[in-house]
């Protein structure tokens, strides 16, 4: 076990989220340690507390407490990936140069750990590493039950980069969804604002997002502006819709809470749409019943972004997985039916 230490951000680790800095310091120490750490205050930068996410700037000071040795505090789970873990992590594979990695995320594989969750790709990131010195480095994330195009950072110059890139809406982002009842006007934005309902466990245990008209985010203590584009592509009588969504900001939950509130929640979202539900019809309930799925139907299709190195353009699509292909077989929709651009059209 170490004793306290004192860090000084470089110029170099300016923008990064703690919690990736130390990790990337003491590699044996676990996400689940450090969030414990934030959480008791122990972590400290300039002397005041601090979230995993919070980003460090150049010059800071960060306290650090006693650390365990390595191998003394790494969970059994996280020493070794299986061997059917890293075909599975290879198999997802969709995009790989020098430089960056994408995957097609799986439904129900966290994109990081936390409360309960020990098998996630950050864990198991190594399985991607090849030839590289250090395993690939996630740069953004995607909800535990939606899958899609997931980037992971080849070298942390490129996790910087690709970081700033999607700070500054430099990235484009296309997600496709299921929706219950076919909303109307087929192309438009969203913009309620959204706040963390209170109540929720200590841990983020049941996290649940709640909207509020724009002119309330300014008033209302923790809220934040979010701002969808929506797009419907094909509906199925009154029943369900194939709906293209652009995230134009990065909010927890913010695609299912904004599709919930504008009456048509994404078809398997319990948390948003009613677990209990089934449509019929009214443009209400998240679950269509019969032979579609329960599971959620959300789906991070594309990602568009200009090569940091190579400034070329790179867009990678993700294939539905199973459970969404089939309810397109079963509506007779394929994947060519949308342009490449739904929202071209729009202002």
Known sequence: ????????????DAGQRIDRWLRRLFPHVGQGR????????????DGGRVKAATRLEAGQSVRIPPLPDPGEDRPRSEMRISDADVRMMRAAVIYKDDHIIAINKPPGLPSQGGSKQTRHVDGLAQALQFDME?????????DKDTSGVLLLARTRKMASELTAAMRHRETRKIYWAV????PTPYLGEIKYGLVKAPGRGAKGEGEKMICLHP??????????????????LYRVASRAAWVAMEPITGRTHQLRAHMAEIGHPIVGDGKYGGS???NQGDGWGSQLGG??????????????????VTRKPVIIHA??????AHTFDTFGWTPDLASEDPFEAMP
């Open 179 to 182: 929706v219950a009842g076919v």
């Open 215 to 232: 002119r309330d985010v300014e008033g209302t203590p923790g809220a934040k502006r979010a701002i969808t584009q929506y797009a419907t």
């Open 34 to 45: 450090i969030e414990k750490m934030c959480r008791k205050g122990e972590l400290r930068v």
């Open 1 to 12: 076990m170490s004793g306290v230490q004192t860090q000084t951000v470089s110029e170099d």
């Open 291 to 308: 032979v579609i799925s329960n599971k959620l139907h959300l789906h991070a299709r594309t990602m568009a972004f200009e090569h940091p």
């Open 319 to 324: 294939e539905l997985p199973d459970h969404i």
């Open 276 to 278: 209990g539900q089934e």
């Open 134 to 142: 250090d395993k690939p480095r996630l740069v953004h994330r995607l």
